[in-house]
């Protein structure tokens, strides 16, 4: 049956707990695994369980790009102007031709490379909060250590790292008005405009790899270069930075767990998992779709033109991928998480992603033993209905 506007639930629902996605994914969840909301007045598919949104985020007859006819998100791709190279954005052929010029900087064995050198930026950040006793972990940890790591990526030149700092938290932090995330958007692209253009080739980084290929090439353009270091850093600053503090919190709220960590090591890389599913920070707002052809899922027919929104945090607490989805348990095999998601648009920068968290969390709960939440249990300000689920600030002590 082609989505009709009856009395839909409305979409999206707000969190209301530090701890799980809205109440209502449950309900969807049970009600079938393609369900039809209302978005914003506009009937679409909400995909619910885990092994439907992998089927629907591997299937070819589904695009991301806003500007395919019935895009849920095609009004606002209709106003707004388009920037070249925004994988996230684009179907194949074009986005297997720009995924392909970045994958090498994202292997394994690069990002093996770039670990003494986050661990180093991380122990400095340490090092400055030593002194103090106290600190603000968003502020202080998650903001500059996703920074820091961007610059390295890009290559942006250590002189202009502060800049670079301060623009990318004013444009993607939300704490500041939108005039001025406005204002740091622009400074941020014509800074990278301006960084792509004078390069000279031979150097660390993204961008030489980029301008270099171009040199050999001919492709991408200065254009698709400058878009694709702004789409990395949309999407690679803001996710670390948020996860840093978040699962620092999640940890200090379940000492049992974070004394096995402390008492065994290699258990980290299973936690930074399982801490990456059970907040699912990035969920329905970067897993838009729209069928190309009729598709279905689970014995419901999504017709072609039908807007899709993946429900990203419903299916990582899919009771039939995850027993017990609701405890937060560092010892389950929780790797087949969606919160990288999966698929040709499955996160580029997840090995990084990996390697910033495990980093940031062990190398603190290191050096402060005693590191505790400095704030009453109510006391705390979580982004319940922001587009990321993350903490407004993480007060500590140690
Ligand atoms: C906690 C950290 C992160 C989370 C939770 C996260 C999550 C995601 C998710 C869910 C997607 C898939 C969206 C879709 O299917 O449309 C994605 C895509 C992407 N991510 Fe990440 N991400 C993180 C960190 C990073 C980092 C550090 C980078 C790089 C610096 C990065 C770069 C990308 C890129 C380039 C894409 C688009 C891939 C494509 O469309 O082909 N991400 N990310």
């Known amino acids: 049956m082609a989505i009709g506007n009856s009395d839909l639930p409305s979409f999206p629902m707000a969190r209301r707990c530090p701890h799980h996605p809205p109440p209502e994914y449950a309900e969807l969840r049970a009600q079938g695994a393609a369900v039809r909301v209302s978005f914003l007045g506009t009937p679409v598919w909400a995909i619910t369980r885990h092994a439907e949104a992998r089927d629907v985020l591997t299937d070819s007859r589904v695009s991301t790009d ?60 340490l090092d400055g909060m030593a002194a103090s006793g106290a600190a603000d972990l968003v502020e202080a940890y998650g903001l500059p250590v996703a920074s820091a790591v961007m610059c390295q990526l890009l290559g942006v030149p250590e002189r202009d790292h502060a800049f670079f700092h301060d623009r990318a938290c004013a444009m993607l932090g939300g704490v500041f008005s939108s005039r001025d995330a406005d204002v ?19 150097q660390n980084g993204i961008i030489d790899r980029l301008v270099t290929i171009r040199r050999d090439t001919g492709e991408p353009t200065h254009e698709a270069i400058v878009g694709m270091c702004f789409m990395l850093l949309l999407a690679g600053h803001h996710t670390t930075a948020t996860m840093i503090p978040l699962g620092v919190y999640t940890l200090l709220d379940h000492p049992d767990q974070l004394a096995q960590l402390r008492a065994k090591p ?23 779709r729209v069928a190309t052809a009729d598709i279905d899922v689970s014995g419901e027919r999504i017709h072609a033109g039908e807007g899709i929104f993946v429900l990203g945090a419903a299916a990582n607490r899919d009771e039939r991928a995850f027993t017990r989805p609701d405890d937060f348990d560092i010892h389950r095999r929780s790797r087949h998480h969606l919160a990288f998601g999966v698929g040709i648009h499955q996160c ?10 495990e980093i940031s969390y062990r190398r603190l709960f290191d050096r402060f033993p005693t590191i505790r939440v400095d704030a009453p249990a109510d006391g ?5 209905d922001a587009a990321m689920f993350g903490l407004q600030e993480l007060p500590v002590t140690w």
Do not use: C, N
Not at 189 to 195: I, K, P, Q, V
């Open 66 to 125: 806003p500007a395919s006819p019935g895009h849920p998100f095609g009004a606002l791709a209709a106003t707004a102007d388009r920037m070249a190279g925004q994988l996230t954005d684009m179907d194949p052929p074009d986005h297997s031709a720009h995924r392909r010029m970045l994958i090498s900087e994202f292997g394994v064995r690069r990002i093996r490379e770039m670990e003494p050198d986050i661990e180093r930026l991380v122990d400095g950040l």
């Open 184 to 202: 740091a958007r622009m400074e941020i692209l014509a800074y990278l405009d301006d960084l792509v253009r004078s390069h000279e080739p031979g």
């Open 266 to 288: 290699a258990l980290w890389p299973a936690a930074v998992d399982e801490l990456l599913r059970f907040h699912s920070i990035v969920d329905w707002m970067s897993f838009d």
């Open 348 to 357: 580029l920068g997840q090995s990084l992603a990996r390697a910033e968290l």
């Open 380 to 384: 705390l300000v979580f982004k319940y």
